[in-house]
């Protein structure tokens, strides 16, 4: 059989559809995932229903620090690193948590890609590290030193880390700065998943601030079309080290989200405003010309019809059954 694909995180929101595509187009691929307690246990089972069937797929239930344990792993071609505590706000809460998770763990993987002599890796970034940068669309030589979150810095910690290990001991790293993904399966932690439990469950919506912060909600098929470009670059070419915005390049505004999210389920919001949460920034939007040029990635999918197909999603998985989680 090839060489596999280690994903890590593929229980998660963004792990579960990159397994799915890439186990559908023949690849080997095996998926971590430590079920991490940040949110339901249960949801993360439901995301992964589809592949335990798949001949081409394994799951391995592991925290990633104790990955040099794992001795049955085989030949791995490379490594695509989702794993990690997601979510700006719980890190200001707990931002030792996120130390671990995130810095500490992707050394710990660094470390042992180093020891199995793997060459390839690809790495969840966020558009976080731009913190609350004026200059937009946000491109990816402008300076993110200014960090708004723990998360924000954790991300921007890896980035210059894999640099290291880049330079050190010539592993191929493209850092993927996604920009905030939704669709079916989102965290439910994310805004489109948190204000359309709210509106379902005749709840009010807090809105942050006056509805005017921004963000370039990134449809999951189109991030995953832009991972599995990232992959077709990284195996055929070598010296890579690249750090690559996906977005969707269209920020909206939160007050038009509540507004698409409330015609797309035809429930009026009970919105309450309340003031802004410090961490969150006023703008994300993505330049996407360096994604467009190396990955030929081009995102296709209108927020409406995210939306649409996320509310259908939660309506026949979560509604009646996980609304809590
Ligand atoms: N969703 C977004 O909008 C977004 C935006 C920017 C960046 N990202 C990044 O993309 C990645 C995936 O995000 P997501 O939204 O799918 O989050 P997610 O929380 O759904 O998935 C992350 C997965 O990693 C697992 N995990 C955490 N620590 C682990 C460890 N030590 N060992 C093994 N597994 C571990 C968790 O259990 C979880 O299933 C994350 O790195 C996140 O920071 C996500």
């Known amino acids: 059989m090839s060489k596999a694909i280690l994903i890590t995180g593929a229980a998660g929101f963004i792990g579960s559809h990159l397994c799915e595509a890439l186990v559908s187009s023949g690849q080997n691929v095996i998926g971590i995932d430590n079920f991490d307690p940040t949110y339901c246990k249960e ?33 791995i071609s490379v490594v695509i690193h989702l ?6 706000q719980p890190s200001i809460t707990n931002p030792q948590s996120y130390i671990h998770s995130n810095i500490s763990v992707t050394n710990s993987l660094l470390e042992w890609m180093k020891d199995k002599e793997i060459t ?12 609350n940068a004026t200059e937009i669309p946000f491109k990816e030589f402008q300076n ?11 991300k921007k ?47 009010p919506i807090l809105m942050y601030g006056e509805g005017d912060t921004a963000r370039d909600y990134t449809y999951v098929s189109d991030t995953i079309q832009g991972i599995k470009s990232a992959l077709e670059y990284i195996n055929s070419n070598t010296g890579v080290y690249e750090t690559i915005n996906l ?5 909206v505004t939160l ?17 309450i405003r309340v003031h802004k949460k410090p961490g969150d920034v006023d703008i994300t939007y993505a330049d996407i010309e360096h994604a467009t040029r190396l990955l030929n990635y081009s995102p296709k999918t209108d927020l409406k019809t995210g939306i649409t197909n996320f509310v259908k999603w939660y309506c026949e998985n979560i509604l009646n059954t996980y609304s809590s989680c």
Not at 247 to 251: A, D, E, I, L, Q
């Open 255 to 271: 007050s038009s989200l509540i507004n698409i999210i409330s015609e797309v389920t035809n429930i009026k919001p009970n919105i």
């Open 157 to 203: 910690a890896c980035e210059v880390m894999n640099y290291t290990y880049h330079s050190l001991y010539n592993i191929d790293i493209i850092n993927l700065r996604l920009f905030t993904v939704y669709g079916e399966r989102q965290r439910p932690d994310l805004a489109i998943h948190k204000f359309t439990n709210c509106i379902f469950h005749n709840r």
């Open 43 to 75: 949801l993360k089972r439901l995301n992964l229903a589809n592949l335990h069937s798949k001949k081409n797929f394994t799951f391995i239930e592991e925290d990633i620090t104790n990955i040099t344990n794992l001795s049955n792993l085989g030949e």
């Open 144 to 154: 993110t030193d200014i960090s708004y979150s723990p998360y924000a810095f954790t």
């Open 247 to 251: 977005g969707n390049s269209k920020p």
């Open 83 to 88: 794993a990690a505590k997601a979510g700006v």
């Open 120 to 131: 390839k890796l690809i790495f969840a970034s966020s558009s976080s590290v731009y913190g």
